[in-house]
Structure formats: structure tokens, C-alpha cells
């Protein structure tokens, strides 16, 4: 005997002229076991407290809180031992949604949200985990976004809309990413804490691939990943930031203060100066200095 599926929709839970999105909570021992169905919508499942298994194409997976699982429109999948379970879905149909992607496909966890024509992320596996201060955070937003689905008053789709984005920045930044994706984003940590502390000297990039414990290639690719920008323009943003700084708040003149930023050429200071902000350092210092 074929077992039954159920497909479900977001007609019957969006009025017209709402955003195709809602939340659902399901608290501890209601959630139907082995109820097997698919979604015409993708949905973000949020595994609260408790476990289960997860069933989808074959696979039966132990899950449990912090786990994060992804469905996409078709895949059939159920749960199963799931007394103890408490979970929170966050369900949307992206084609029907005014949304700008933007860099938001640089987040590794982002593009299996939405694939952009990629073969979609099927599996019973989660696509992520939370730690739990950030599980109990993302509790909080989707509470929030629940909330304000249901509120009347003016401006409840502009917000909607603005929470949903907020809520996916905040799972691909803190969930989608392995552990040695997470491992690497601390060691570019450590090269910008060491740049911070010695932008005014002659920094050698070799020493902070080794900071980083990294071939020069290697780091050079992940310095710019993590900060849209290779090291020396990093540092000469923080050189810069620091001549604004000590534009407006000391006495020191350009020259004095293109070498306390590491510029060993005050003219070079002052094109660098103009390059970045649009104005030379003097003119700067006229606007922003409290009168």
C-alpha cells in the first residue's frame, strides 16, 4: 500500500496582498510522526529542544536543538521519535517574494537557501548547527517575525520583510559555516587584531600569512573574502582612520600626523587622504572639528 503524502501550500495561511511567509511553532510532542509531505514553498526548520529523526529520500537522521534543516519545494520528509521535539519553521515561497539577493550568495548557507540555479541542498542532514546563545537569539527574531506578520497597522510588510533578511544574515553568518571555515575566519581575525596594533609600521605581508598560518596565496584569497579588500588596502584604510582621527581631535600638523599614520611622504598622505574621502586632510580637519 502507497503511503499517503501531503502537499502543502501557503495559500490557506497568506491573505492576499501579504507576504508569502510565516512562522510556525510546533511545541514539544505535537508534531505528527511519520507523516510524510512536501511543500510547494521552501522551509528553514529550527530544531528548539529535544530530538527526532528526520526522514527525507532515504535517509533517517538523528536530530536535536541547534540543528538547522533545510527543505526545498518537492522533497518528501517526515519525522519520526519525535515526542520530545520542540521546533520552529520559518516557511516562504521565494519566487513570489520582492527580494534583492545583493552578496547575500557569498554566505555559503545563503546559497543553499537560494540555490540561483544550483542543484538545491537535499538532505535529511542539517544544514547547519547554532550554538546555544545564538539558537536562543534566533528564537527571539522569529518570534519577533511572527509577531509583526500579524500586526495591522501601516508598515507591517516593509518590517516583515526587513526581520525575514535580518533573520537570514543571521543563520548563513552563524550557522553556515564548517569548522574549519569558522577556524580560518579566526586566524584572519588574528591578522587584523595584528594589523590594528602595528598599521604604522612596515608591514610585511609574508608575516601575516604566517600569522595566519597560510601559504601567501592562501591567505591573500581569504583576507579578501573576509574583507572585500587585500591587506594593503586594509591597511591603508587604518591608516587613514587614524589621520581622521587625529585631524579632529589633536593639534599636530599634516606632516606630523602623516607620520604618526606610518606615511613616511605627507604629500602621499594628502592624495591617499583625497582618494579616499574627498577632500584634503586640512579641509577635513575645518568641517569636523568641534567648533
Known sequence: MAREIFHGTLDYAVVDGDLPIRVVHVPKGTHPVLSFHDHSYCEIVIVVSGQARHILDGENVPISAGDVLLIHPGAVHAYDEA????????????????????????????????????????SARPAAFLEPEDLAEIVRMLRKLGDELKDPRPGKLFSSLALFMEILVFLSRKGGQSGREKRVDSLIGEVIRYMKSHYTENVDPEKLAAIAKMSGRSFFRHFRMNTGCSPVEYLLKLRLQHGCDLLVAGNASVSEIAALCGFYDSNYFCKQFRRAFGTSPREFRRQYRPR
Open 83 to 122: 515526542r520530545k521535539m520542540e521546533i520552529v519553521n520559518l516557511t516562504f515561497d521565494s519566487s513570489h517574494l520582492p527580494l534583492s539577493l545583493l552578496d547575500g550568495c557569498s554566505m555559503p548557507l545563503f546559497r543553499k537557501i537560494f540555490p540561483e540555479g544550483e542543484k538545491p541542498y537535499h
